[in-house]
């Protein structure tokens, strides 16, 4: 191969070869695509749509119990914004299981809850697509923990 006159050499790779780094990737997609949303129904719609690609029934599962208790009318109602960040993801190759930590920051007109978020499930290979570009899918997703660690009353001037 050449790069502007310059010999290199090609190698192929093997998809194992970086499927670590992809499999922490998609976990943290899937995280912020179900967690992180504003006050917009349409966004949360579309966000929601992208998150179902990445995960199997249990992911849908937990979907619809949220919007069965109104969770998402509520932020919308409530103009409040929510994103989540991650402190860390423990993965184990061997058996394709993983955790998340991380935090869910909600951001509200009159306060901000600050909660900790743990999720776990497993991970399977599938073929890539456009909508699912690292080829997993998150399986058996359950939320361990989803309390607050912090409520502060904003100062309204």
Same mark, same amino acid.
């Given at each position: 191969?050449?790069?502007?006159?310059?010999?290199?050499?090609?190698?192929?790779?093997?998809?194992?070869?970086?499927?670590?780094? %992809?499999?922490?990737?998609?976990?943290?997609?899937?995280h912020?695509?179900?967690?992180?949303?504003?006050?917009?129904?349409?966004?949360?719609?579309?966000?929601?749509?992208?998150?179902?690609?990445?995960?199997?029934?249990?992911?849908?599962?937990q979907?619809?119990?949220?919007?069965?208790?109104?969770?998402?009318?509520?932020?919308?109602?409530?103009?409040?914004?929510?994103?989540?960040?991650?402190?860390?993801?423990?993965?184990?190759?061997n058996?394709?299981?993983?955790?998340?930590?991380?935090?869910?920051?909600?951001?509200?007109?009159?306060?901000?809850?600050?909660?900790?978020?743990?999720?776990?499930?497993?991970?399977?290979?599938?073929?890539?697509?456009?909508?699912?570009?690292?080829?997993?899918?998150?399986?058996?997703?359950?939320?361990?923990?989803?309390?607050?660690?912090?409520? %502060?009353?904003?100062?309204?001037?």
């Open positions: 191969v050449l790069d502007n006159n310059i010999p290199l050499i090609a190698t192929k790779s093997q998809i194992e070869d970086n499927r670590e780094a %992809e499999y922490r990737a998609h976990i943290t997609a899937f912020d695509f179900f967690f992180s949303m504003p006050p917009d129904d349409e966004y949360i719609k579309r966000q929601m749509n992208k998150a179902m690609y990445l995960v199997d029934a249990s992911g849908i599962a979907y619809n119990t949220l919007k069965e208790k109104g969770y998402y009318t509520n932020l919308v109602s409530t103009s409040s914004v929510v994103t989540c960040t991650v402190d860390s993801i423990r993965l184990d190759l058996t394709k299981t993983w955790a998340f930590y991380g935090k869910q920051k909600i951001e509200r007109p009159s306060m901000i809850t600050i909660r900790s978020l743990v999720t776990e499930g497993g991970l399977q290979d599938i073929p890539r697509t456009i909508n699912n570009s690292h080829g997993v899918l998150i399986t058996n997703w359950r939320t361990i923990e989803n309390k607050d660690l912090l409520n %502060e009353t904003k100062k309204l001037f």
